[in-house]
């Protein structure tokens, strides 16, 4: 850890450049020293996943508060890197505007004033959804009926909160998540597991059930206009997860980090991605680094009166 603290030391700062009509973020090299896997941290959804919901509101709401006075902004925050790590960020920027007042993108940097090892479970331990899912485990056995983990984000929310505030992201994931509980079985489980992230435990449900399930979902939260203080917002969501066959050697972080790289995928270049059955033969580490294709369409209003595309 030493190593790794004297090189960002030297460095110093690493540069960004957030492009909100793509949602893509672009570094400065050598920023891989800093983060590790640059695929984890090439979007604002990317970037939002690898760190608890009470940072990311922090770092919205700072951003937000920003954009509004059209000022630069400093914020502190603890993200996850390198996998399994923690580093303590400083970050500042400003937001930048186009001649019609419509936020264009934000440029800043980033630096850490140290890393430190991740506590097992950090940010999830008191998820519903991780103890269910540790439960299902413990308690089952190999021959049982499959289950389903569905890694549910929701697309381009950190644009949301920097454009409305994050009371407005606040009300929304509600309405999402009442929207997710209508749309599954009383046996099934849902609760957020990140700012911007619901996990989805489905029981009795195998690899053809979870791609019909989950591309409902996509349809008909897209279809699903949702009224929050007075804006009508349009979202969109991007799916990653995964069979689970029970087994002693399968954990939940295991399908946590399984189904974060199928979600992963599925934000570079599809909006569904279902990985083969998690059993103890095939379990453990991600393939390799993501896909380097991305999604990139702009953002844009629909053509409906008072509808934000979002």
Partial sequence: MANLISITDIYNKFAFEWTFSRDLIQWQSPVHLLLGDISFYESGDHYANRMSFECLEKRLS????????????????????????????????????????????????????????????????????????????????????????????????????????????????AQIEELLQRMTRDYDLVGQISGTSFGIILQKCGHNEIIVVAKRLVEVLEHTPFEVEGQRLIVSASIGGCVIQRSETVTAETILAHSERALLDAQHIKKIAISP?????????????????????????TKKSGEQSV
């Fill in 277 to 301: 059955a998690i059993a103890a033969k095939n379990m453990a580490k991600s393939d390799g680094p993501g896909p380097k294709k991305r999604r990139t369409e702009d953002m844009e209003d």
């Fill in 62 to 173: 700072t951003i937000h508060q920003a954009a509004q006075q059209r000022v630069p902004y400093t914020v502190n925050y603890e993200l996850q890197v390198h996998g399994t790590k923690v580093a303590n960020i400083q970050e500042q920027g400003r937001v930048f505007f186009n001649p019609e007042g419509q936020m264009l993108l934000c440029r800043g940097y980033i630096r850490s004033h140290s890393v430190r090892d991740q506590e097992q479970n950090e940010y999830l331990s008191s998820s519903k959804i991780l103890a269910q899912l540790t439960n299902i485990l413990e308690t089952g056995q190999a021959e049982d009926i499959n289950a389903a983990f569905v890694y549910f984000s929701i697309d381009r929310l950190p644009l949301i909160a920097i454009r409305f505030g994050m009371d407005v992201v606040h009300k929304l994931l």
